[in-house]
């Protein structure tokens, strides 16, 4: 369970909460994720006009109506110029899902559905030369973020990635390389440095997750700055290309002042890049605050409309 913003759940949910012919059409779509996959293309634009035509019939409310205008036209919007969706992953695989999971069939649909729409993928490498040197990016970039390095994301996420020319950032606990998910309880297990450096060389961006996957917020600032100097060491021990930006684990920091501006301090000692949080908001291309980069959980209900409006609000909820 990630230490999020709790303001993404307050309003609407779109297909539950929206006087819902839309939930209930949306559940009934639904196939297994082993039967294959949607073509994307064609299901959002006939989707797009169902639901507009409900918005004719009076059936949905103006929260819904301005959701589904939003989601509808996303893709060719002006104002999307300067944002940056930053999508944070844990596991894709076959079969069910349970929360940290992405089923691979609907994982494939989502990816087509950014491909079809124009993303580009970036990394953090190519956001610092942004920042930095004022290097270009694409008209419609996106981070996609992995946390946790289990062992089967170059067998069933890299692939599928691959086929649209996307990238990852993989976020790594780096005392957990090579064993299991302690902290959920074990049982799955995690990349070691030899598929780590595999999955470097084939593209992936690595980067830090703690040293063992402990919550900042319920830790010292002395206990932050070892454990991140723990986390630089291994890396640097393993001779790993990865870059010095930090997701928080379960998106946990310290909230209050003055802990909150000394552990930000801390990272610029310690030349962090950039830190990500959970924020179930759109970041922008120029961030307000490189230390609390805002990524948007991505889950197996995200398909069709749902995933479309998540790319634009970064939540289902106003």
Request: hydrophobic content about 35%.
């Amino acid at each position: 369970m990630e230490d999020g913003d709790p303001q993404h759940d307050a309003g609407y949910e779109t297909e539950r909460d929206l006087h819902s012919p839309m939930g209930e059409s949306h559940e009934q779509r639904k196939q297994s994720p082993d039967q294959g996959d949607h073509e994307e293309g064609g299901q959002g634009e006939d989707e797009c006009g169902r639901h507009v035509g409900r918005i004719s019939a009076g059936v949905l409310s103006l929260p819904a109506i301005l959701i589904l205008a939003l989601a509808c036209t996303a893709t060719v919007l002006p104002w999307g110029r300067g944002r940056l969706p930053i999508l944070m992953y844990h596991k894709v695989r076959p079969g069910p899902a349970d929360g940290l999971t992405v089923p691979l069939a609907v994982f494939r649909e989502q990816m087509k559905t950014l491909s079809q729409a124009g993303y580009e993928s970036i990394s953090f490498a190519d956001l610092t030369a942004h920042h930095r040197h004022g290097t270009p990016l694409p008209g419609r970039p996106i981070l996609l973020t992995f946390d946790d390095a289990y062992a089967d994301y170059e067998i069933h996420a890299a692939p599928v990635m691959q086929e649209h020319d996307f990238t990852a950032t993989m976020f790594v606990p780096v005392g957990c390389v090579g064993r299991e998910n302690s902290w959920d309880g074990g049982g799955e297990p995690l990349m070691d440095w030899n598929d780590l450096r595999r999955s470097a060389e084939r593209g992936t961006e690595l980067a830090l997750h703690s040293f063992d996957h402990r919550n900042y917020r319920n830790m010292s600032l002395e206990e932050i700055r070892s454990d991140l100097t723990r986390s630089i060491a291994a890396f640097d021990a393993q001779s790993v290309p990865y870059r010095k930006v930090l997701a928080y684990p379960y998106g946990g920091f310290p909230r209050t002042e003055p802990d909150r501006s000394r552990m930000k301090q801390l990272l610029r000692e310690l030349d962090i890049e950039y830190a990500a949080r959970i924020g179930y908001r759109i970041e922008r291309t120029t961030p307000g605050d490189r230390y609390e980069l805002r990524r948007v959980g991505i889950d197996a209900a995200d398909r069709g409309l749902r995933f479309r409006v998540k790319l634009t609000l970064g939540r289902t909820r106003l």
